[in-house]
């Protein structure tokens, strides 16, 4: 019988009852169904619904079809034409047609099958059951899209969303159903944590991704966040690197996870190859260990070890090392030469505490607590070892505690600290201490002046039996800015220091020995004369400021002389131009310049050009042999010191502010002897930034008062399609000797980071020699660590 409802939407309600031939206790699905078209058939044993139809139950389910036909004989929905199936959990499935057999609540799916979870991880199928009650899923043609943006697929996969479980190319008892509809059922899975930006429907294959894995099975378990290889081939670009029988890692959501990072090559012009293979160990969520032994072919093997804790107040690091030292004390270099080396083990142990605390001497407390101990000065260097906290071309180890204890104004500052220089070899003078160094300081405004009160106590061994213990008691005041009618828009600053010096002096070069006290007096106006220019149509502002400093202290100064002093155009204005605490400048000086800068705005008040400039020099009535001859200020004139700075930003000029990029940064410091007829000082610091280019450079001269002459440069150029190419180095041209180079390219993306860089040492000591090295370093992301074959052998 066929009845056709005139009214569209027509509802009609069926109440499924429950089978007594299965179980009596499992509560059978009541379905809802709606359409736009009902059709009775089979004396109302079969019920279609057609035209946007909907089927519902007491538990949320739903399903939609453009038909919906139910045979209550036993107890099976069919639908036809894009289907969906909607569960209380959120689980979406979405086929041409379905099969759900209500008794068995199973669900067969069949022609361009999706399943979406809750999570929505998508997982595409040509034909796939699913059971309901249990949420296990069998498929065949598998294409997995993960949140993660990971993509995985093969011939068959299985889901297990109680246990969280997708597992890939594995033949389960279900596959038997299906292998009907396999063409090759042992074909290979494929796993890739690329994403697939095209967003198309492609193979990982047809995607040629940065990387991927042929595997047997590939397991990903989403409750521990791990995914599992089985037989796998490591694919870059579609091009197999190497075969392993079994390989485990974190799901690229994860970022701490216990377990093996991946292993890398490297070869040392010292001491030959090495294999590395670092393990992590996530202890907690607040710390955790990386393991990583070095093994040398050629050499005895390293063991690394860093361990991170971090709690509410504060964060600890542990970094160490150890190796039995050199297999072979003597070897000859390249040309035959005897290099000797020292016998014995070899290690670094660092520990780094940074904490904060309320109420132990005012109401916030930093602190700080450094361990540093390497066993021998090149041992760091030789190995190359860097890490977070570390780097091999450290030149001095610190042990110090620090306690930084500040309320509003107020700040008490201890220290405690060991230095050791590891370019001296004399155990007696390459150690100094501090035991301890202790200073309050607070400031505060009063009387319309800025007023600043400091004492600093320091007990010191300099090195050797030097010794120096100092206690200092300095109040600093400073006006505000005044305007006086009679000389008008001269800008007036009055500073006065007081300052009393108590110290302890034991051998310490051009200071008095024994116990000394001394107090002087400092007395300086600052004059000023700025003038400003505003071009408001242009948007563009000038100020030129001439600027005299005028002051007198009082007493006299240790001999300085010898010191290593080069002035600065910040000296000019400086009340303490040597900036020691305990052998203030005296006498009377004026030091005097000018500063100009200009800068332009776009519409939206963005700066896209700031130029300055500034000259300046001390002049005095008489010399004084006791400053830095280096300084120049010993004499009656100094010499002209000052600044050049360009900051010029083109995309905030047209208005694009998208990159954030800044665009040109330079800056000159010169120096001049106070005749003009020589440059004593050239420094050059240039960086420009765009969205294709990174440049850096710094060029250093100086002539007479110091010997330096060197030049240093870095490039790097974005190309196209993820790639970039730098080259860089370091010339010392003082002594026209060439110290390192580099060459790089870099292909760069979100999964796969793969570098080929040529560099050149030509530093040599009785560690180290001159190398090439050539190292193509490929990093398989979300892994941290590169696998580095060594090619220096193709250099040599």
């Given amino acids: ?65 453009e038909k919906i036909i139910y045979n209550k004989n036993n107890k099976i929905i069919t639908t036809e034409s894009k289907s969906t199936y909607i569960d209380q959990n959120g689980n979406k499935l979405l086929a041409d047609n379905f099969v759900y057999n209500l008794n068995l609540k199973i669900i067969e799916a069949i022609d361009n099958v999706l399943f979406t979870d809750k999570n929505d991880n998508k997982f ?55 292998e009907n509809f396999l ?61 392993t029988p079994y390989f485990s890692h974190p799901d690229p959501s994860v970022k701490r996870k ?12 010292d001491l030959g190859q090495t294999f590395k293979t670092p393990y992590f160990w996530n202890i907690d969520d607040n710390q955790d260990l990386t393991i990583t032994p070095i093994y040398y072919f050629d050499e005895n093997s390293i063991f690394l070890a860093e361990y991170r804790l971090q709690n509410k107040n504060g964060k600890l690091v542990v970094d160490s090392s150890y190796s039995q030292g050199y297999k072979n004390l003597n070897k000859r270099d390249e040309d ?64 110090n505690f620090i306690l930084n204890s500040y309320r509003g104004n107020e700040r008490i500052f201890l220290e405690t600290s060991i230095f050791e220089d590891l370019s001296n070899d004399n155990d007696n003078t390459k150690y100094q201490y501090t035991v301890p160094s202790l200073s309050y300081s607070n400031f505060y405004d009063k009387f319309n002046q800025r007023i600043n009160l400091n004492s600093f106590f320091s007990a010191k061994n300099l090195g050797g039996d030097s010794n120096q213990i100092y206690l200092t008691n300095q109040l600093n005041t400073e006006s505000e800015l005044k305007i006086f009618n009679k000389i008008p828009y001269v800008g007036n600053m009055y500073k006065t220091s007081i300052k009393n010096v108590n110290t302890q002096n034991q051998n310490i070069i051009g200071s008095k020995e024994n116990f000394n006290s001394d107090t002087k007096f400092t007395l300086a106006l600052e004059n000023s004369l700025p003038f400003i220019r505003f071009d408001f149509k242009e948007k563009t502002e000038e100020t030129l400021t001439p600027k005299i400093l ?5 007493g006299s100064m240790d001999n300085a002389s010898s010191q290593n002093k080069i002035l600065t155009f910040e000296d000019i204005y400086s009340l303490d131009r040597m900036g020691s605490i305990t052998n203030p400048e005296t006498g009377a000086s004026i030091g005097y310049g000018i500063e100009y800068n200009i800068n332009k705005k776009n519409s939206n008040n963005d700066i896209f050009l700031n130029n300055s ?17 280096s300084s120049s200020l010993n004499e009656t004139e100094s010499d002209f010191v000052g600044n050049v700075t360009i900051h010029y930003n083109p995309d905030f000029k047209n208005e694009k502010i998208k990159s954030n990029k800044q665009g040109l940064v330079a800056k000159y410091n010169y120096i001049l002897s106070n005749d003009f007829g ?55 041209i003082q002594n026209d000797f060439t110290e390192n180079n580099f060459i790089e390219l870099n292909y760069d993306t979100d999964c796969i980071k793969i570098a080929l860089l040529l560099s050149k040492k030509f530093y040599q000591n009785a560690d180290l020699q001159p190398s090439n090295n050539l190292t193509l370093s490929i990093m398989l992301k979300p892994f941290g660590s590169p696998v580095s074959p060594d090619l220096s052998s193709f250099v040599n």
């Fill in 1 to 65: 019988m066929t009845n056709k409802l005139p009214i569209l939407q027509t509802v009609l309600i069926f109440f499924f009852i429950t089978s007594n031939q299965l179980m009596a206790s499992t509560i059978q699905s009541i379905y809802e169904l709606k359409g736009e078209k009902i059709i009775f058939l089979n004396n109302n044993n079969i019920i279609i619904a057609e035209g946007k139809s909907e089927a519902t139950d007491q538990f949320r389910k739903k399903i939609f079809s």
């Fill in 124 to 178: 595409y199928f040509n034909r796939l059951k699913f059971y309901d009650d249990e949420k296990k899923g069998y498929g065949i043609n598998f294409k997995g899209e993960l949140i993660d943006k990971s993509n995985i697929e093969s011939v068959y996969a299985e889901f297990d969303q109680k246990k969280e479980l997708l597992t890939v190319g594995s033949k389960n008892k279900e596959s038997n159903y299906l």
């Fill in 183 to 243: 063409n090759i059922f042992n074909k290979k899975s494929t796993y890739t944590p690329c994403e697939n930006k095209q967003k198309l429907k492609l193979s990982i294959k047809e995607q040629c991704p940065d990387w991927s894995l042929d595997t047997q099975k590939t397991i990903h378990d989403k409750k521990n966040k791990m995914v599992y290889h089985y037989g796998s081939v490591v694919k870059i670009k579609n091009i197999p690197v190497f075969y």
């Fill in 258 to 269: 216990s377990g093996f990072l991946l292993p890398s090559i490297k070869n040392f012009t």
């Fill in 336 to 399: 035959g030469n005897l290099i000797s080396r020292t016998g014995g083990s070899r290690n670094h142990f660092f520990i780094n505490f940074l904490g904060s605390y309320d109420n132990l001497l005012f109401d916030k407390n930093d602190i700080e607590f450094n361990i540093q101990r390497v066993s021998q000065k090149n041992y760091l260097n030789v190995n190359e070892i860097n890490t977070t906290y570390i780097k091999q071309d450290i030149a001095s180890l610190k042990n």
């Fill in 550 to 554: 005028t002051k007198f202290t009082s």
């Fill in 613 to 629: 400039f500034s000259i300046g020099q001390v002049i005095k009535k008489n010399k004084n042999s006791d400053m830095p001859s």
């Fill in 678 to 732: 020589k440059i004593l000082k050239n420094e050059l610091v240039t960086n420009y930034e765009n969205e294709k280019n990174l440049f850096s450079s710094i060029y250093y001269e100086t002539r007479d008062i110091s010997n330096d002459h060197y030049i240093e440069m870095k490039y790097f150029r974005n190309l196209d399609n993820d790639f970039s190419l730098g080259f860089g180095g370091r010339r010392n």
